[in-house]
C-alpha cells in the first residue's frame, strides 16, 4: 500500500497512508501488523489522520525493512490477528462524547440569546433537582443534594450562567468518571483474555497430540490436567477434578467437575484430569463473561477511589453548615452562595481514578498487567517481598546438564522417557526436559498409562505395568519408597552428584532409574534487583523453594535474600504468608509454578510471571514479563508515585477548596468567581493526575 513518509527520526518515522478515510478496524489492523515487525518496538496508529507513528531499533536495515513492510501492506490479507476488543472503539466513544460536550457548552454560552440559555438551564437542572431531592428523602446530606441546592439557590437568584457551569462541569466529571471504569474493566478484560496456544486432543487411535486451538473443532476431545487452562468450552466425558472458576463466576472455591459437567473457557483445572467434549471453539463470548464478572465485583476499586468518595459525602454537612453560618452572621445571599459553589466532590471523585487509571496504563507500557488499583497500592505499602526460586529467581530456561542413568540403563532412553512424562505440565523444569529431549531428536511418543501430578512433588504413571515417577528427592524416596542405589558403584555415584545442580529423580518400579541435573542459573539482574528493592523500602526479601536446603542455600548467599525456606510445599509458602500478616506486615508474593498460586492467593498483591503455569496467572493480581525481573522495581517506583500524587491531591482538594470557602464566607470571592476557581483547579488536577509518575530516566 502507498505511504508518505512525514517526518523521520534516529529511530523514529511518521507516515501518512494514502486514503481518504481510515476506519478504526483498519487501524487496528495496521497497528498489529507494524507491532509484528522485528525492527520495531511500538507503534501508534491515528485513525482520524490515517497516520501512523513507528519507532524501531535505530539502523537504515530496521528502517528499510519497515518501509518494505509498508509497501507491500494491504488491509485485506495482512498476516496479522487482531483481538475482537482493541480499546480503540472505546477511545473514540469517550472522544466524541467528550467533544460534544464541550461544543454543546460553548455554543449555549456565546451563541445562543439569554432568554434560550435560561429556558435550557431550567430544563437541564430538573435531572439534578429530582436526585437532590431523593436525596433529603432518604435522610441523608449527601453530594446530590449538595448539586441540586447550589444549582438550584443559582436559578433562583436569575445566575443562569454559574447554573450552566455547574452543570457542564458535573456532567463531565461523569463523563470522564464512566470512562475510567470502562477503561479499567476493558484493560482488565483484555488482559484476562486466554494465553493458551496450544492444548492436548485425543485422536481416534486414543493417542494424545498436541494441537493449536484455533484449529480445534467442535467434537473434538480434549485433556486437560493439573494446573492447564481450559481453552474452550466443553461437556466432561470423563475424569474427575477441581475446577477454578473465578474468571467466570468470581467465585474463590474451585468447583467439582466429573462426567456430564460443563466446563468452561479460561477457568483452570486445579487438581485432577478431565476429557473434555469440545462444544464452543475460540472466540465465543469469553470476552462479554469476563466484563459482565468484573462488573459485579468491586475488584477495581481502591481504597483511594473509595476513601475518595465518602469523604465527598462526609464533607457535605460541613459546607451546609458554612454556608447557613454565613447566611447567618452576614445575611448576604450572595456570600453563601459563594461556598455552596465548592461541594470537593468533583475533584475528589474525579482525579482519584484518574490519577489510579494513569498509574495501572504506565505500568502497562513497561510490559506490567495490574488487574485494579488497590493492588497497586498494595505494592506501594508492602514491607516484605517474597520469591518462588526455580523460573522466578532464575532463568525461566533452565536446562539439562546431564542425564546419570544407573543399573546400566541407557542414557537416551532415559531421558525420552522423562519427557514423555514432563511434557504434560507446565514448569520450567518439565520444559527443560522436553527440550533437551528435543535437542538431542529424541521422539517420545506416548507409551504410559495416564499420569497423575502431584502438586510440589512430582509426576507418577505406568508403562507396561511397571510405576514410574519423575520427581523430587522428598518425593521418591521418602513418600514413595525408592530404595537408594544398593550397590556399591551405584551408592558411590548417587553421594558424588554435584551439589551446585538441582536434581530431578527417575524411577522404574521401585529402583532408581536415573537423575537429571538441572542448571539453572541466576537471571542476570536478580543480586541487584534485590539491593534495589532494600533502597526502595522493602525491609524484608525472602525466598521460598521446594528444592533442597543445599542447593536454596547457595542461591540465597549470591542474590542477597535476608532469609530463605527450602523443601517447602505450597501450603507451607501461603503459611508464611499468613505468619508474615499476623506480624501485622504487607506481602507481595512473586511466583510462576502451579505450587506457587496458593501463595499467589494470600499475598496483598501475587505477582505472576507471564510464562508461568496458568493457575498461576490466573490468581495472580500482576504479571510481569518473564525476561524482565527489573520491572519490579518500575513496578514499586510507579506504585509509590502513585501514592504520593493521591496523597497530594487530597492536600490539594482539601486546602484551596477550603480556601475558597473562607474568601467566599468573607465575601472576598463571588459565585461566579469560586465556581470558576472551584472547576478550573478540578480540570487541572485531573490532567495532572493523567501525567507520567517516572521521568524517563527511570523507567
Known amino acids: 500500500m502507498k505511504c508518505t513518509i512525514l517526518h523521520e527520526s534516529k529511530g523514529r518515522l511518521r507516515v501518512r497512508m494514502r486514503q481518504y478515510r481510515m476506519t478504526l478496524d483498519q487501524a487496528d489492523i495496521l497497528e498489529y501488523y507494524l507491532r509484528d515487525l522485528s525492527a520495531v518496538t511500538k507503534v501508534k496508529v491515528y485513525d482520524r489522520t490515517c497516520d501512523a507513528v513507528i519507532y524501531f531499533r535505530a539502523g537504515r536495515k530496521s528502517r528499510d525493512s519497515i518501509v518494505h513492510a509498508l509497501s507491500l501492506f494491504h488491509y485485506e490479507d495482512a498476516p496479522v490477528t487482531v483481538p475482537d476488543q482493541t480499546g480503540r472503539k472505546l477511545q473514540r466513544q469517550f472522544e466524541d462524547k467528550l467533544f460534544y460536550h464541550v461544543a454543546e457548552r460553548v455554543v449555549t454560552r456565546w451563541f445562543l440569546p439569554l432568554p434560550v440559555r435560561m429556558v435550557l438551564t431550567t430544563v437541564k437542572s430538573i435531572p439534578y433537582l429530582i436526585k437532590g431531592i431523593r436525596s433529603l428523602g432518604s435522610g441523608k446530606l449527601q453530594v446530590p443534594l449538595l448539586d441540586a441546592v447550589s444549582i438550584g439557590v443559582s436559578i433562583a437568584r436569575g445566575d443562569f450562567d454559574t447554573a450552566g457551569s455547574v452543570m457542564f462541569l458535573l456532567k463531565l466529571g461523569d463523563i470522564m468518571e464512566d470512562y475510567t471504569y470502562r477503561k479499567s474493566v476493558d484493560d482488565l478484560a483484555r488482559t484476562m483474555s486466554l494465553n493458551v496456544e496450544k492444548v492436548w486432543i485425543r485422536d481416534e487411535d486414543g493417542q494424545e497430540v498436541l494441537k493449536e486451538v484455533s484449529s480445534v473443532t467442535a467434537g473434538e476431545q480434549m485433556i486437560v490436567r493439573t494446573g492447564n487452562m481450559i481453552p474452550l468450552d466443553g461437556t ?60 459485579e465485583s468491586e475488584k477495581l476499586k481502591s481504597t483511594s477511589e473509595m476513601r475518595a468518595s465518602e469523604l465527598a459525602d462526609r464533607l457535605v454537612p460541613y459546607t451546609f453548615g458554612a454556608t ?10 450572595t456570600r453563601a452562595t459563594s461556598i455552596l459553589m465548592v ?47 526455580t523460573g522466578t529467581l532464575t532463568k525461566a530456561s533452565p536446562k539439562v ?39 538431542r531428536g529424541l521422539s517420545h511418543k506416548e507409551m504410559h498409562a495416564g499420569v497423575e501430578y502431584i502438586v510440589a512433588h512430582g509426576i507418577a504413571s505406568s508403562i507396561n505395568g511397571q510405576k514410574v515417577r519423575i520427581g523430587s528427592y522428598h518425593f521418591l524416596f521418602e513418600d514413595e519408597g525408592i530404595a537408594l542405589p544398593a550397590d556399591p558403584a551405584g551408592k558411590e555415584l548417587f553421594h558424588s552428584l554435584p551439589d551446585e545442580y538441582s536434581h530431578l529423580y527417575l524411577s522404574i518400579g521401585d529402583e532408581l532409574a536415573a537423575v537429571i541435573l538441572i542448571e539453572d542459573p541466576l537471571k542476570e539482574e536478580t543480586a541487584s534487583v534485590v539491593r534495589s528493592l532494600h533502597e526502595l523500602g522493602i525491609s524484608n526479601v525472602v525466598m521460598l523453594t521446594g528444592d533442597s536446603y543445599r542447593t536454596a542455600r547457595a542461591v540465597a548467599k549470591k542474590v542477597g535474600v535476608d532469609s530463605f525456606r527450602a523443601e517447602v510445599l505450597p501450603e507451607d509458602k501461603a503459611a508464611f504468608i499468613q505468619e508474615e500478616h499476623k506480624a501485622g506486615r504487607k506481602v507481595i508474593m512473586v511466583g510462576d509454578g502451579i505450587n506457587d498460586s496458593p501463595a499467589l492467593s494470600e499475598a496483598d498483591a501475587g505477582i505472576a510471571i507471564n510464562s508461568g503455569a496458568a493457575i498461576a496467572r490466573e490468581v495472580s493480581d500482576i504479571m510481569i514479563a518473564e525476561d524482565d525481573l527489573a520491572s519490579l522495581l518500575t513496578l514499586r517506583r510507579v506504585a509509590s508515585g502513585l501514592m504520593k500524587r493521591i496523597n497530594g491531591n487530597y492536600r490539594f482538594i482539601l486546602g484551596f477548596n477550603s480556601g475558597l470557602i473562607l474568601l467566599g464566607m468573607f465575601g472576598i470571592l463571588t459565585p461566579n468567581i469560586t465556581a470558576l476557581l472551584h472547576n478550573g483547579s478540578t480540570i487541572a488536577l485531573s490532567l495532572h493526575s493523567m501525567t507520567e509518575l517516572l521521568p524517563e530516566d527511570k523507567a
Open 236 to 295: 466432561v466425558l470423563s475424569g474427575d477434578a477441581s475446577v477454578n472458576q473465578a474468571s467466570i463466576t468470581g467465585e474463590p472455591l474451585p468447583a467439582a467437575k466429573s462426567a456430564g459437567s460443563s466446563v468452561y473457557s479460561g477457568t483452570v483445572v486445579e487438581e485432577g484430569q478431565l476429557l473434555v467434549a469440545v462444544k464452543n471453539t475460540a472466540g465465543t463470548g469469553r470476552y462479554d463473561r469476563i466484563v459482565q464478572m468484573i462488573e
Open 324 to 333: 447557613l453560618l454565613t447566611l447567618l452572621i452576614s445575611r448576604n445571599v
Open 343 to 389: 461541594d470537593f466532590c468533583c475533584a475528589l471523585k474525579l482525579s482519584m481514578p484518574i490519577a489510579v487509571l494513569s498509574a495501572m496504563r504506565e505500568a502497562g507500557d513497561h510490559s506490567i498487567t495490574v488487574k485494579g488499583g488497590r493492588f497497586m497500592e498494595a505494592v506501594a505499602e508492602a514491607d516484605t517481598i517474597v520469591f518462588d526460586k
Open 401 to 439: 546438564k546431564e542425564i546419570v542413568p544407573f543399573d546400566g540403563r541407557n542414557e537416551a532412553e532415559m531421558l525420552r522417557l522423562a519427557a514423555c512424562l514432563e511434557e504434560h505440565f507446565p514448569h520450567s523444569i518439565a520444559n527443560a526436559v522436553v527440550q533437551e529431549a528435543a535437542r
